[in-house]
């Protein structure tokens, strides 16, 4: 058989589907049948005129176009075009997840774990590797396109067209697919997963703040993203197949650098080299907890700093939103200016009520990367030496624990302030923005809901490790459950599944302090429990 740069790429394809097949199944139960559930009910919420003209204004504002971007609707709007205005945009960042997730691990994860080297001393391409994920995720997406558009055409929405569901399909599948490319780029420039990870985010998170941004207040300039592509679609109102191209052709391109990177690069190193550290160790470094953070600490820093920009960029658009006078100049005139900016007043603390929640729900996440990078540590061996050293489990236990609870508490606190700081800055009116006091507010009212998620991931590798899937799945759901109740009309009990249901909305209402402090308890006792297991199972050591 002659080698060529690309032998084996149909062999690691399916080697691939194979490895990520319990993974691959959980994503598409989640994203098709979320699809698919939410198409169903829009039947019932929205079937009628009155009900679509009532939900109309509301997407209109800046508030939600802020959220989910704007899209146009005919003059008589359907239940198909409503969909659209909600969906789109969330369906595709989810996906976009997905794609980073899965393009980082088929690669550059597994090349650090040294699986790559092993491949290569069979009969395998220097690309084939390279090729095999782009194959996969290209497979993955067309799938979940497909299934997106069978599932609409069964939903049978008043106003939805078959080209409209395929175009709803193929263009998330599409955006999905591009983002996939780019984070096989990233992986062949960084020399290390977190660091191809973290670009990958970084670069997601700017093109989704120069859409929000663009899309408040110049719209045109929304194609510089390509998120902002997704709005471009108009499935039900005007179709367009050029965002789809576009996606499409920046894909190739991206892909095509990648094969152009891998082959001037050595294996198990980057196109981006990292800076050499000391020729000696910092006597910092002796103990654990130290050398978590000499580890982690980019990633710290990243985290906090792409969050706190994450509110800043929600902040620009304070002034946008809580401007009643700008979409309604009578208003001062008919009630007065203290009635028009109380009005002001509480559009804004409706808008940094959702926002708590997503910004709660951004910083959980890097707590629970590094609560569960206490067991992936363990399963890869690298504690082996420091439990050949005189450590206790309980030492080291806090080692990761502790750090998680405040990496989270403190991007929570920088996100919310950069957010309110910078939207207050903002405003016109001073008078309308965010007081002292709300701030707490919103921030104490967020804090034991992430204390809570970070104990359940404690709880997880304490005592059933390979459940920590439930913990990231749960999240998901709370967070859904919030950022789209309202518009999915979901019933109360449904919102209460998860602890972002437990505490009233803040800052439009002030914390209840008997709820905040059983859930704080509760959130304790779960890590208690999850020590108490740690401290009492079995190590895995490969």
Known sequence: ???????????????????????????????????????????????????IAGIVQTLKSPAIVAMFGPFQLGKNATTAQIFANEMLLFMALIQVVMNLGLAVHATRYEEDQGLTELLRAHAIGPQAQLMAAASELTLVNLGIGILYALGLDL???????????WLIGLGLAAIGWLFGMLALLLAQLADHAASATGMAYALFGLSYLVRMITDVQQPRLTWWS????????????????LPVGLMLLTGLILINLAIWVVQHRDLGAG????????????????GPLTLLWRRQHNVFIGWFLGVIVLGMA??????????????????QQVFGKAVVHSANHSLLLNFSALLTV?????????????????????????????????????????????????????????GWGGLVLTGNASLTHAADGIT????????????????????????????????????????????????????LQLPKWAK?????????????????WTTFSWEVSLAVLLGLIGWWGYTHRDLQQH
């Open 1 to 51: 058989m002659t080698l060529t740069t690309r032998t084996g790429t149909g062999a690691l394809t399916r080697l691939g589907l194979r490895r990520d097949r319990f993974r691959l199944l959980i994503w598409i139960l989640i994203l098709v049948g979320l699809m698919a559930a939410v198409a169903a009910k829009f039947v019932d919420i929205y079937g009628t005129k009155a009900e």
């Open 155 to 165: 939903a049978q929405m008043p106003g939805a067209t078959t080209a409209g569901n």
């Open 226 to 241: 390509p998120l902002g592509w997704v709005e471009k679609l108009s499935p039900y109102h005007r179709p367009n197949w």
């Open 271 to 286: 196109a981006i080299a990292t800076h050499p550290g000391r020729r000696t160790a910092s006597p910092l470094l002796r």
């Open 314 to 331: 929600y902040g620009t658009v304070f002034n946008t939103i809580g401007d009643i006078l700008k979409t309604n100049p009578t208003m």
């Open 358 to 414: 997503v910004m709660a729900a951004v910083a959980i996440i890097p707590g629970l990367q590094l609560i569960f990078k206490l067991y992936g540590d363990e399963t890869h061996g690298w504690l082996e030496a420091l439990y050949a050293r005189p450590l206790s489990r309980t030492r080291l236990f806090l080692s990761y624990i502790g750090p998680a609870g405040l990496l989270s508490t403190v991007i929570f606190l920088g």
């Open 436 to 487: 002292t006091f709300e701030f707490w507010q919103g921030f104490w009212g967020q804090l034991p809901v992430i204390w809570l998620f970070l104990a359940l991931g404690v709880l997880l590798v304490g005592t059933w490790p390979r459940g920590r899937s439930l913990a990231w799945l749960y999240l998901a759901y709370g967070f859904i459950s919030q950022y789209l109740g309202n518009l």
């Open 496 to 512: 209460q599944l998860s602890p972002f249901g437990w505490l009233p909305s803040v800052p439009v209402h002030q914390v209840e």
